[in-house]
C-alpha cells in the first residue's frame, strides 16, 4: 500500500513540472504515460514475486517430509512444521541455531551429523541413506547444495520417515523366511524318494517312467535351488547371513566354479578364455563358501544368457590395494532402462524372460550383498543384444 501511495507521489511531482519548460506539452504527456507504465510493470512484477513467494510457502509448510534450509554457515534459516514435529521442537528453538547444536530427546541426529561432516568440518553437498535414529525409528535423509552461479549457499535437508515401510519389509522378511523353511523339508523327503525310485531301490523302471521321474526330480531341484534362495535373502535382509572370512587366492575359487559348470559349458559350446598375470596374485581374506555363491550366480548367468557358441572371458588382475575379478559374455545383455534394477530383488530384465523363463530374479540381490559385506565393490556394463561385463574388486591381504 505503501509503495502505491509512493508512486502516486512521483506521478504527481512530475505534473506539476513547469510545463513551461518542456517545448512540446505532447512530449511531457508521452513522458508521463511512460512513466505509469513502468510503474504499473513494476507493481505487477512484485505482485507475481509475492504471489510466487507465498506458493513456495504453501507448498514447504504442507510437506509430509521433514525440511530444513541451511545457510552458508550450517545454520537454520526455515523449517516446516513436519521437521518440528519430528524434533519435538519449536520454530523459535531451531531456527538461526546452528544444525550441529540441535539436540533432540526424540531422535540421536548426531548419527546423521556425523555422516554429513567432512573433514574440514563442512557439510558434503550432496548425500542420501537411511538411518536408525531411535528405537525402532527409521528416516531416510537426504541433503542438497544450494548453489548460485557456482557459489555455494547453504543447504536443504529433507528427512523421510520410513519407519512404517522398515516394518512391512520386515514382516514380508519373515513370512518368507518361515515360508522357506516349511518347504524346505517336504521338498527334501521328495528329493530322496525320487532318487531312491531312480536307484533301482523299490524295483525295476521302464524307460517312460525313468523319464517322467527324472523330470520330476529336476522340477524338484529347481524349487529346492529357489527355496534356498529365499533363505539366503532373509538372513541377509535380518544381518544372519555369518561370514568367516579366511587367506584366499581368488583365481582357486573361480576355477572351480568353472569346473563345476563344465557340463553346461559343453552344452552350450561355449569358449572360456581366462586372461590372468605370469605372477602369483595376492591372496584376499573371504568367506569361501559365500563368496562361492556369489560368483557362481554370475558365472550361471553367462552361461544361461549366451547363445550356444558365445564367449566368456574371465580376467584376474592386481589393481592398487584390490584384486579385480571380471566375467565377460557375449550374452542378450541389459536394456538400457531397466539397468538400475539390475541388483534388487525379485528384478528379470525383459528380454531374458523371453530367453530363459526360469529364474527367481534373487541371485545378483545376493551377489551384491556377499560382496559388499566382505569389503568388496560390483558393478557391470552392459549393451543389449551385446553381451555384459561383471566387474568385482575384493581387497588384497596386505603382507
Given at each position: 500500500?505503501?509503495?502505491?501511495?509512493?508512486?502516486?507521489?512521483?506521478?504527481?511531482?512530475?505534473?506539476?513540472?513547469?510545463?513551461?519548460?518542456?517545448?512540446?506539452?505532447?512530449?511531457?504527456?508521452?513522458?508521463?504515460?511512460?512513466?505509469?507504465?513502468?510503474?504499473?510493470?513494476?507493481?505487477?512484477?512484485?505482485?507475481?514475486?509475492?504471489?510466487?513467494?507465498?506458493?513456495?510457502?504453501?507448498?514447504?509448510?504442507?510437506?509430509?517430509?521433514?525440511?530444513?534450509?541451511?545457510?552458508?554457515?550450517?545454520?537454520?534459516?526455515?523449517?516446516?512444521?513436519?521437521?518440528?514435529?519430528?524434533?519435538?521442537k519449536k520454530e523459535s528453538e531451531v531456527v538461526g541455531e546452528s544444525i550441529f547444536d540441535i539436540v533432540t530427546e526424540k531422535i540421536d541426529l548426531k548419527i546423521f551429523l556425523?555422516?554429513?561432516?567432512?573433514?574440514?568440518?563442512?557439510?558434503?553437498?550432496?548425500?542420501?541413506?537411511?538411518?536408525?535414529?531411535?528405537?525402532?525409528?527409521?528416516?531416510?535423509?537426504?541433503?542438497?547444495?544450494?548453489?548460485?552461479?557456482?557459489?555455494?549457499?547453504?543447504?536443504?535437508?529433507?528427512?523421510?520417515?520410513?519407519?512404517?515401510?522398515?516394518?512391512?519389509?520386515?514382516?514380508?522378511?519373515?513370512?518368507?523366511?518361515?515360508?522357506?523353511?516349511?518347504?524346505?523339508?517336504?521338498?527334501?523327503?521328495?528329493?530322496?524318494?525320487?532318487?531312491?525310485?531312480?536307484?533301482?531301490?523299490?524295483?525295476?523302471?521302464?524307460?517312460?517312467?525313468?523319464?517322467?521321474?527324472?523330470?520330476?526330480?529336476?522340477?524338484?531341484?529347481?524349487?529346492?535351488?529357489?527355496?534356498?534362495?529365499?533363505?539366503?535373502?532373509?538372513?541377509?535382509?535380518?544381518?544372519?547371513?555369518?561370514?568367516?572370512?579366511?587367506?584366499?587366492?581368488?583365481?582357486?575359487?573361480?576355477?572351480?566354479?568353472?569346473?563345476?559348470?563344465?557340463?553346461?559349458?559343453?552344452?552350450?559350446?561355449?569358449?572360456?578364455?581366462?586372461?590372468?598375470?605370469?605372477?602369483?596374485?595376492?591372496?584376499?581374506?573371504?568367506?569361501?563358501?559365500?563368496?562361492?555363491?556369489?560368483?557362481?550366480?554370475?558365472?550361471?548367468?553367462?552361461?544361461?544368457?549366451?547363445?550356444?557358441?558365445?564367449?566368456?572371458?574371465?580376467?584376474?588382475?592386481?589393481?592398487?590395494?584390490?584384486?579385480?575379478?571380471?566375467?565377460?559374455?557375449?550374452?542378450?545383455?541389459?536394456?538400457?532402462?531397466?539397468?538400475?534394477?539390475?541388483f534388487t530383488k525379485f528384478f528379470r530384465g525383459e528380454n531374458v524372460i523371453r530367453l530363459e523363463t526360469e529364474g527367481s530374479g534373487l541371485g545378483l540381490y545376493t551377489t551384491?550383498?556377499?560382496?559388499?559385506?566382505?569389503?568388496?565393490?560390483?558393478?557391470?556394463?552392459?549393451?543389449?543384444?551385446?553381451?555384459?561385463?561383471?566387474?568385482?574388486?575384493?581387497?588384497?591381504?596386505?603382507?
Amino acid at each position: 500500500m505503501k509503495k502505491n501511495m509512493d508512486q502516486s507521489k512521483q506521478i504527481d511531482e512530475l505534473s506539476s513540472i513547469d510545463s513551461c519548460n518542456i517545448d512540446n506539452k505532447e512530449e511531457f504527456r508521452r513522458i508521463r504515460s511512460a512513466f505509469l507504465n513502468i510503474f504499473e510493470d513494476v507493481e505487477e512484477s512484485r505482485r507475481l514475486a509475492e504471489s510466487e513467494k507465498n506458493k513456495t510457502l504453501r507448498i514447504v509448510k504442507n510437506l509430509t517430509d521433514g525440511l530444513i534450509v541451511l545457510n552458508q554457515d550450517n545454520r537454520i534459516e526455515l523449517v516446516n512444521p513436519s521437521i518440528l514435529d519430528i524434533l519435538n521442537k519449536k520454530e523459535s528453538e531451531v531456527v538461526g541455531e546452528s544444525i550441529f547444536d540441535i539436540v533432540t530427546e526424540k531422535i540421536d541426529l548426531k548419527i546423521f551429523l556425523d555422516a554429513v561432516r567432512r573433514e574440514d568440518g563442512q557439510i558434503k553437498e550432496v548425500f542420501k541413506e537411511e538411518f536408525c535414529l531411535g528405537e525402532k525409528i527409521y528416516y531416510e535423509i537426504s541433503l542438497v547444495s544450494l548453489r548460485e552461479e557456482e557459489i555455494e549457499k547453504g543447504h536443504l535437508v529433507l528427512i523421510r520417515d520410513i519407519s512404517k515401510e522398515k516394518l512391512v519389509d520386515q514382516m514380508k522378511t519373515e513370512f518368507v523366511s518361515v515360508a522357506a523353511h516349511q518347504l524346505r523339508t517336504p521338498l527334501s523327503a521328495i528329493k530322496w524318494t525320487i532318487r531312491m525310485i531312480l536307484d533301482g531301490d523299490t524295483g525295476d523302471l521302464n524307460e517312460e517312467q525313468r523319464d517322467f521321474l527324472g523330470k520330476t526330480y529336476e522340477s524338484n531341484e529347481r524349487m529346492i535351488h529357489l527355496v534356498n534362495d529365499l533363505l539366503n535373502v532373509t538372513r541377509i535382509d535380518e544381518g544372519r547371513f555369518v561370514y568367516k572370512p579366511e587367506p584366499m587366492q581368488l583365481e582357486d575359487i573361480v576355477d572351480e566354479i568353472i569346473k563345476q559348470e563344465e557340463t553346461s559349458i559343453s552344452l552350450k559350446k561355449i569358449k572360456v578364455s581366462w586372461v590372468l598375470p605370469p605372477q602369483l596374485l595376492p591372496e584376499v581374506l573371504v568367506d569361501k563358501e559365500k563368496l562361492e555363491i556369489a560368483i557362481q550366480n554370475l558365472v550361471e548367468n553367462a552361461i544361461k544368457y549366451t547363445k550356444e557358441g558365445g564367449d566368456m572371458i574371465i580376467t584376474i588382475e592386481e589393481i592398487d590395494e584390490n584384486i579385480l575379478l571380471k566375467i565377460k559374455d557375449s550374452g542378450v545383455g541389459i536394456p538400457k532402462d531397466q539397468q538400475s534394477r539390475i541388483f534388487t530383488k525379485f528384478f528379470r530384465g525383459e528380454n531374458v524372460i523371453r530367453l530363459e523363463t526360469e529364474g527367481s530374479g534373487l541371485g545378483l540381490y545376493t551377489t551384491k550383498n556377499i560382496i559388499e559385506a566382505q569389503k568388496g565393490k560390483i558393478w557391470f556394463q552392459s549393451e543389449e543384444g551385446e553381451g555384459t561385463t561383471f566387474f568385482i574388486t575384493l581387497p588384497k591381504i596386505s603382507k
